[in-house]
C-alpha cells in the first residue's frame, strides 16, 4: 500500500515559481511510475507529467513542457513538480499518483491548491 501526501501549493502571480512535493511511504516504490495531474475548475483531470522512481526518465504534457519540471530524492522518499513561469491558466489541484509498473493509477494523494494570479 502506497500512501501520498502533497504540499506546496499556494497563490503566486504569473510568471512566479512554485515546488510540489509528493511525500510517499510504503513499500517497492521502485516498480511505480509517479505521476502529477491537475484539475481546474469545470474541466476533466489532466494529465502533467510523470517519472519512474526506479529511473529519470520522465513525460510531459505539452501545455507545461519547458516549464516544470519532475524530479525525485530516493532519501526523502519524495517526488517533486517544479513549476516555473506560471500562467493563470495553470490555476488547478494538482494531484500526485502512483502506478504500480506504469499500468493503472491506483494510488492518489489528496491534492494541493495552486492559484496563479494575473
Known amino acids: 500500500q502506497v500512501q501520498l501526501v502533497e504540499s506546496g501549493g499556494g497563490l503566486v502571480q504569473a510568471g512566479g515559481s512554485l515546488r510540489l512535493s509528493c511525500a510517499a511511504s510504503?513499500?517497492?516504490?521502485?516498480?511505480?511510475?509517479m505521476g502529477w495531474f491537475r484539475q481546474a475548475p469545470g474541466k476533466e483531470r489532466e494529465f502533467v507529467g510523470s517519472?519512474?522512481?526506479?529511473?529519470?526518465?520522465?513525460s510531459y504534457a505539452d501545455s507545461v513542457k519547458g516549464r516544470f519540471t519532475i524530479s525525485r530524492d530516493y532519501a526523502k522518499n519524495t517526488v517533486y513538480l517544479q513549476m516555473n513561469s506560471l500562467k493563470p491558466e495553470d490555476t488547478a489541484v494538482y494531484y500526485c499518483?502512483?502506478?504500480?509498473?506504469?499500468?493503472?493509477?491506483?494510488?492518489w494523494g489528496q491534492g494541493t491548491q495552486v492559484t496563479v494570479s494575473s
Open positions: 499518483a502512483a502506478a504500480f509498473k506504469g499500468v493503472q493509477y491506483d494510488y
Open positions: 510504503g513499500r517497492g516504490f521502485s516498480s511505480y511510475t
Open positions: 517519472i519512474r522512481w526506479s529511473g529519470s526518465s520522465t
